[in-house]
């Protein structure tokens, strides 16, 4: 007979300091808006792990892809620029970099090429695993 038990985790400490697994995005909720003027609005919310809008700032690393598993690096838009909410640091200009939320979890980025081109925004979850935005296609 095998023994099973589960253990859900949901805080941790670190000497005095308190850290809860449950803190920081752990999902990322996509909106990708219709091309006008060669720009792509790109609309994210970042959910805790209940699925919730964050109710503080949060950060994730992004990059662009050319595949839809993020599996490839892609060359990126011919712009990235923030829309309407948050922040974005870029580390090599319109293909990867840090993306950081309002405190509502929402951030909002405009994607702009003249080309026709598809990518797919990459989110880095704290899990390690990858959050894939639906295909922005270009046309």
Do not use: H
């Not at 095998?2 to 941790?12: I, P």
């Not at 219709?34 to 970042?46: L, P, S, W």
């Not at 319109?94 to 990518?119: H, K, Q, R």
């Amino acid at each position: 007979m095998a023994w099973r038990e589960n253990l859900n985790v949901n805080q941790l400490s670190l000497g005095n300091e308190s850290i809860n697994q449950s803190d920081g995005p752990q999902v990322v909720a996509f909106t990708i808006g219709a091309e006008a003027a060669n720009v792509i609005n790109v609309g994210m919310v970042f959910q805790d792990v209940n699925g919730a809008a964050m109710t503080v700032p949060g950060a994730l690393k992004f990059y662009m892809s050319d595949n839809a598993d993020g599996s490839t690096l892609s060359a990126g838009p011919t712009t990235l620029a923030v829309g309407t909410d948050g922040l974005a640091i870029e580390s090599t200009a319109n293909v990867e970099g840090t993306l950081i939320s309002e405190s509502t979890g929402a951030i909002d980025i405009d994607l702009g090429d003249v080309a026709v081109v598809s990518f797919y925004l990459c989110c880095i979850l704290p899990t390690g695993k990858i959050a894939v935005s639906p295909v922005i296609a270009f046309t």
